[in-house]
């Protein structure tokens, strides 16, 4: 029976270490870095907790000893010289150290290391992400979705169309704010490809925490490709569902607010749909992107992520024909 509370301990105690090396890797995590300036930030965090756990451990040990040791050995640590050199010069040498440090990654990580950079403006608005793409031209808009080359400096040029925003990715970068009326800029590189989460991380109202959005990198030749596809027109409807779709997008009076290129639709009140049905997700990161959800998201855009600008349309589009919306809307890729 005496087993049994060791066991339980040994047990949690794996538990815990299982939890804490789960997250160092993930989509959304700064220590398991995609780039260089993530990886220096992830240094910079690992340099402060190992340096934290040891100060803490000696601190700790000495209170041990202070409670435990005979008293004349204490009294042999109790001299002005220990006091001095402990609670003075170390901990200052320690602090400055450390601030040295912390304000030389600072400086790297804001560091231009390439003069051609990819730009790619960001507007954060309530409650989405508008990405566009100036250098590949007019058209290279898209939305909730950063697509980035591997191995090309990116320039991110960081703004808002209503109030404070702020844009993080942490396997690439640090947080940077987005302020309406300035531009700010924010230097990124992806250094192998994969899929990464981002997360708004200043509180902009009542649907900050469903403001998310992934950023892709890819490899520059695939990176070309999509990009390319971007600025194409959309492709007819393959069947007659998608045309039914098509039809009653126009008839609910979508194209009000939103462009899809090559039609007459070409308003920018909401994100740009023209190759929605490519995106990872719905609804600035709130749900997977598939046909099931676009006509949830139709339907009922205010129960799904209450205070948004999207009305639902549930009551005004027949069932069959949310459908079809949604099929035509995952057709476009």
Not at 52 to 67: D, P
Not at 131 to 151: K, S
Request: a neutral charge; charged letters at 15%; one cysteine or more.
């Amino acid at each position: 029976m005496s087993e049994t509370p060791g066991r339980c301990r040994a047990a949690l105690s794996l538990g815990g270490a299982c939890l804490l090396l789960a997250a160092c890797s993930g989509v959304q995590t700064p220590l398991d870095p995609m780039g260089d300036h993530a990886a220096r930030i992830a240094v910079l965090t690992w340099v402060l907790f190992i340096g934290g756990t040891a100060i803490f451990v000696l601190v700790m040990g000495l209170l041990v000893f202070a409670l435990i040791a005979p008293a004349r050995v204490r009294q042999a640590f109790g001299n002005r010289r220990f006091v001095v050199g402990g609670g003075i010069i170390f901990p200052t040498v320690t602090l400055i150290a450390l601030l040295v440090y912390s304000l030389g990654v600072s400086r790297a990580v804001v560091l231009p290391t390439s003069d051609n950079p990819l730009r790619i403006e960001v507007i954060g608005r309530q409650y989405w992400w508008e990405v566009r793409y100036p250098d590949a031209g007019e058209g290279a808009v898209t939305a909730n979705e950063l697509r980035l080359p591997v191995g090309r400096e990116v320039e991110l040029l960081l703004s808002s169309g209503d109030v404070i925003h702020s844009l993080w990715i942490p396997n690439l970068h640090g947080k940077m704010d987005m302020i309406p009326g300035r531009v700010n800029r924010q230097r990124i590189r992806a250094d192998r490809p994969g899929v990464m989460r981002g997360q708004c991380t200043e509180f902009c109202g009542v649907q900050h925490t469903l403001m998310a959005f992934y950023a892709v990198a890819q490899e520059p030749a695939e990176f070309d490709a999509w990009l390319a596809l971007q600025r194409a027109p959309i492709p007819p409807p393959a069947t007659p569902e998608q045309a039914r779709g098509m039809q009653v997008f126009g008839e609910a009076g979508c194209g009000a607010c939103h462009t899809v290129r090559g039609t007459e639709w070409q308003a920018k009140l909401g994100p740009d749909l023209s190759r929605i049905g490519s995106r990872l997700s719905l609804a600035a990161g709130a749900l997977e992107n598939h046909r099931g959800t676009l006509a949830g998201w139709v339907a009922g855009a205010q129960d799904i992520k209450p205070g948004n600008a999207m009305p639902a349309f549930g009551r005004s589009i027949p069932g069959d024909d949310l459908l079809a919306v949604a099929a035509w809307m995952e057709s476009l890729r």
